[in-house]
Structure formats: structure tokens, C-alpha cells
T-cell receptor, first 114, second 114 residues
Framework: AQSVTQLDSQVPVFEEAPVELRCNYSSSVSVYLFWYVQYPNQGLQLLLKYLSGSTLVKGINGFEAEFNKSQTSFHLRKPSVHISDTAEYFCAVSLWNTGNQFYFGTGTSLTVIP | DGGITQSPKYLFRKEGQNVTLSCEQNLNHDAMYWYRQDPGQGLRLIYY???????QKGDIAEGYSVSREKKESFPLTVTSAQKNPTAFYLCASTYAGQGWAEAFFGQGTRLTVV
């Protein structure tokens, strides 16, 4: 069975400080990995994705994530956060063999403190 | 512009009434999904459809029904059998089949049952 675990439900961080949002997954087959962002009362917007190749992927708004196969992790990082980064962040996986099955984590609420 | 349109954004209904949420996409995507979002629980899959006239139950299908008569449309009916229907509902779509497939989301419908 597949599962996605986001270890922190809430992460407060001061403006201009770095942040890391953690994501671990379990799967018996190879996966694609995604991070989405959700602002209040809106849908989810894709931040970045890992499909293959370089394990360090860069996304929008200065975010990046690193795929670590041995640790089955896909942590999201940003070196300096802004107030506008305050939002809910979701990690998701889809399976190679059926590319349209998605599994989401429970989300991490990032609050940037001025 | 291509995208997914959910309507209405806010919906109020009396307890015991059925209600239908609309989801339309012009991305020419094969697969469409309905998710329910509750605070602290992330996204839970209600139903999904990979092709027209075919759909499968997700993890929490009880009390919901769907149809897929057209590729562009995937309406969700919340029936009176759904015990706790108040939630934020998200529709998504993606390409079907093998290979990478990121999900695109609508802006959501917030349903409140009084």
C-alpha cells in the first residue's frame, strides 16, 4: 500500500528565515513526487515535481525539493521565506505503473511571522 | 485559457437535500477526480473517472454519486445519505495512462449544510 506522511502539521517561521517541510512516502513501486500549495479557500497549485533525473528539483516561488530514494523522502525547502508564503502545503505521490493514482499527505500549514 | 472550473464557489443547503457540484475542464484530460478536504485531514478521494461513462469509488464514496457522460464534465452529487457533508470539495483532472501526470485542480466548492 502507498502512503504519504507529512511529519509537521504546523510550521511557524520568521520572515527571511529558511524553512524545510518534510515529506516521507512508502510505496512498493516507483513513484512520481509532487508538492502543491493551497491558499485559503482556493484549489491546489503545483509548486514542483520529481519525475526522474536530477534529485534536486526547483519550482516556483523559490522553492526546491530533494528526492532521497534510500530514505523515501521528498523534503521541500526555501532559503528565505516571505509573508506571502503563508499557506498549506501538500506532498503527493503518483505511481509509475498507473500514473493517474494520487496519494496526498495531510498537509503542513506554514505560517510566516513578520 | 485552459483550466478546471468548479461552481458554485459557495453552496448552502438544508439537511436532507441532495445537491450537485459542477466540475468542467477544457484541458482535454482523460481522468477526473473528486476530493473532499476537512481541516487536518488532507485530501480524501471520493470518486474518480479515467474515461467517459466509467468511474470508480475512492476511499469515502458512501453518500456520494457521480456521472461522466462527457469528457469535459464530472458532476458530484452529495446525497442525503452523506452523514456529514459540510466540507470543501475539490475537483481535479489529469492525463490518464502510464507516464507522469500532474493533477490540475479547480478552485473548490465550499458546501455548508444547515
Amino acid at each position: 500500500a502507498q502512503s504519504v506522511t507529512q511529519l509537521d502539521s504546523q510550521v511557524p517561521v520568521f520572515e527571511e528565515a529558511p524553512v524545510e517541510l518534510r515529506c516521507n512516502y512508502s510505496s512498493s513501486v516507483s513513484v512520481y513526487l509532487f508538492w502543491y500549495v493551497q491558499y485559503p479557500n482556493q484549489g491546489l497549485q503545483l509548486l514542483l515535481k520529481y519525475l526522474s533525473g536530477s534529485t534536486l528539483v526547483k519550482g516556483i516561488n523559490g522553492f526546491e525539493a530533494e528526492f532521497n530514494k534510500s530514505q523515501t523522502s521528498f523534503h521541500l525547502r526555501k532559503p528565505s521565506v516571505h509573508i506571502s508564503d503563508t499557506a498549506e502545503y501538500f506532498c503527493a505521490v503518483s505511481l509509475w505503473n498507473t500514473g493517474n493514482q494520487f496519494y496526498f499527505g495531510t498537509g503542513t500549514s506554514l505560517t510566516v511571522i513578520p | 485559457d485552459g483550466g478546471i472550473t468548479q461552481s458554485p464557489k459557495y453552496l448552502f443547503r438544508k439537511e436532507g437535500q441532495n445537491v450537485t457540484l459542477s466540475c468542467e475542464q477544457n484541458l482535454n484530460h482523460d481522468a477526473m477526480y473528486w476530493y473532499r478536504q476537512d481541516p487536518g485531514q488532507g485530501l480524501r478521494l471520493i470518486y474518480y473517472s479515467q474515461i467517459v461513462n466509467d468511474f470508480q469509488k475512492g476511499d469515502i464514496a458512501e453518500g456520494y454519486s457521480v456521472s461522466r457522460e462527457k469528457k469535459e464534465s464530472f458532476p458530484l452529487t452529495v446525497t442525503s445519505a452523506q452523514k456529514n457533508p459540510t466540507a470543501f470539495y475539490l475537483c481535479a483532472s489529469t492525463y490518464a495512462g502510464q507516464g507522469w501526470a500532474e493533477a490540475f485542480f479547480g478552485q473548490g466548492t465550499r458546501l455548508t449544510v444547515v
